[in-house]
């Protein structure tokens, strides 16, 4: 079994330990973008799990600077440990969909704070042309720059549902050109989608434990007040797993991932104010302690059940 610090999975507090040598933290901030599946480039009602403020529920108000924004969270995270370290997590909306000048602009701002080891941005892998990704190649020869990816599923028919709005090439193309810049690729994939079986969820893994990614978010589907997903919820109720079969098909996840790509999530907490269903996920603590007994329960690591 592979040892990752005290985990049995490859996670991103252990990457970020072996590197700074020590804990480094995120800070959300909000370029003040919209998305091309809100404006009708795409669409205009945008992914139907997506809340109003486009996944950025805890990032930083856009009314103040991206240099207000990285201070402002320093000041918080200060407050409650020592921090010395942090990545600049642009998240809310699209966050390359944005004149060039604007992207140069806040991306550029936010790497000169000596502070900030690593540049983080969330982003449609429909929004990256050549002048965004050659932006993001002199970016990265500054600091890392990791780009966020927003696949959830590889399958076609769940992705309409969902209004992701491009196809799986589009998402190939992306990884193939961000790779050939030497950028870090996370992807970020929901579990439980309505309609899909744990064999399909396991297709997704799968493909993704033969792509070139370094990186990979499992998200459990939050359901959230005023979505469109809420209302389909509301009107036709499906099922959402509880603590105990999410933490099993977690378990066959884990089991299954290539143990080269980084976990840089396995739950979530959506904000308490809007989350509909399952409102176990509040507790993030109690579920996290939950798999880590669970998995040296059932001697589970990353890349038990991985073959290549």
Same mark, same amino acid.
């Given at each position: 079994?592979?040892?990752?610090?005290?985990?049995?999975?490859? *996670?991103?507090?252990?990457?970020?330990?072996? $590197? @700074?040598?020590?804990? +480094?933290?995120? $800070?959300?901030?909000?370029?003040?973008?919209?998305?091309?599946?809100?404006?009708?480039? /795409?669409?205009?009602?945008?992914?139907?799990?997506?809340?109003?403020?486009?996944?950025?529920?805890?990032?930083?108000?856009?009314?103040?600077?991206?240099?207000?924004?990285?201070?402002?969270?320093?000041?918080?995270?200060?407050?409650?440990?020592? /921090?010395? *370290?942090?990545?600049? @997590?642009?998240?809310?909306?699209?966050?390359? @969909?944005?004149?060039?000048?604007?992207?140069?602009?806040?991306?550029?701002?936010?790497?000169?704070?000596?502070?900030?080891? $690593?540049?983080?941005?969330?982003?449609?892998?429909?929004?990256?042309?050549?002048?965004?990704?050659?932006?993001?190649?002199?970016?990265?020869?500054?600091?890392?720059? #990791?780009?966020?990816?927003?696949?959830?599923?590889?399958?076609?028919?769940?992705?309409?549902?969902?209004?992701?709005?491009?196809?799986?090439? /589009?998402?190939?193309?992306?990884?193939?050109?961000?790779?050939?810049?030497?950028?870090? +690729?996370? /992807?970020?994939?929901?579990?439980?989608?309505?309609?899909?079986?744990?064999?399909?969820?396991?297709?997704?893994?799968?493909?993704? =434990?033969?792509?070139?990614?370094?990186?990979?978010?499992?998200?459990?589907?939050?359901?959230?007040?005023?979505?469109?997903?809420?209302?389909?919820?509301?009107?036709?109720?499906?099922?959402?797993?509880?603590?105990?079969?999410?933490?099993?098909?977690?378990?066959?996840?884990?089991?299954?991932? =290539?143990?080269?790509?980084?976990?840089?999530?396995?739950?979530?907490?959506?904000?308490? *104010?809007?989350?509909?269903?399952?409102?176990?996920?509040?507790?993030?603590?109690? +579920?996290?302690?939950?798999?880590?007994?669970?998995?040296?329960?059932?001697?589970? #690591?990353?890349?038990?059940?991985?073959?290549?």
């Amino acid at each position: 079994m592979n040892r990752w610090g005290e985990k049995r999975y490859h *996670s991103l507090d252990y990457d970020l330990k072996q $590197i @700074y040598h020590e804990k +480094v933290y995120k $800070i959300t901030l909000n370029g003040g973008m919209t998305c091309p599946n809100r404006d009708g480039t /795409v669409g205009t009602g945008g992914c139907i799990f997506c809340s109003a403020s486009g996944s950025g529920d805890f990032a930083g108000p856009k009314t103040l600077s991206i240099s207000e924004q990285i201070a402002r969270g320093k000041q918080e995270l200060n407050g409650k440990r020592p /921090v010395h *370290s942090y990545i600049a @997590y642009f998240q809310a909306f699209t966050n390359t @969909y944005a004149p060039l000048s604007r992207l140069e602009q806040i991306f550029t701002e936010a790497v000169q704070d000596d502070d900030v080891k $690593i540049l983080s941005i969330a982003t449609r892998p429909d929004c990256l042309g050549d002048d965004v990704l050659e932006l993001l190649g002199r970016l990265n020869r500054i600091k890392p720059v #990791w780009i966020e990816l927003g696949l959830q599923t590889i399958h076609a028919d769940t992705a309409k549902f969902i209004r992701r709005g491009y196809e799986l090439p /589009v998402f190939e193309k992306a990884v193939k050109d961000l790779r050939a810049l030497g950028i870090t +690729v996370i /992807v970020h994939t929901i579990l439980f989608l309505p309609g899909e079986t744990k064999e399909m969820m396991m297709e997704t893994l799968d493909y993704l =434990n033969h792509m070139d990614i370094q990186g990979i978010k499992l998200q459990l589907l939050h359901i959230l007040k005023d979505t469109d997903l809420a209302e389909i919820y509301e009107a036709h109720p499906f099922p959402v797993p509880d603590m105990d079969e999410y933490i099993r098909f977690l378990g066959t996840c884990i089991s299954h991932l =290539n143990p080269q790509i980084t976990i840089h999530r396995l739950t979530g907490d959506g904000p308490g *104010s809007l989350l509909t269903a399952p409102l176990w996920t509040s507790n993030k603590r109690t +579920v996290l302690n939950t798999l880590h007994r669970y998995l040296k329960e059932q001697d589970i #690591w990353q890349g038990k059940e991985y073959y290549g």
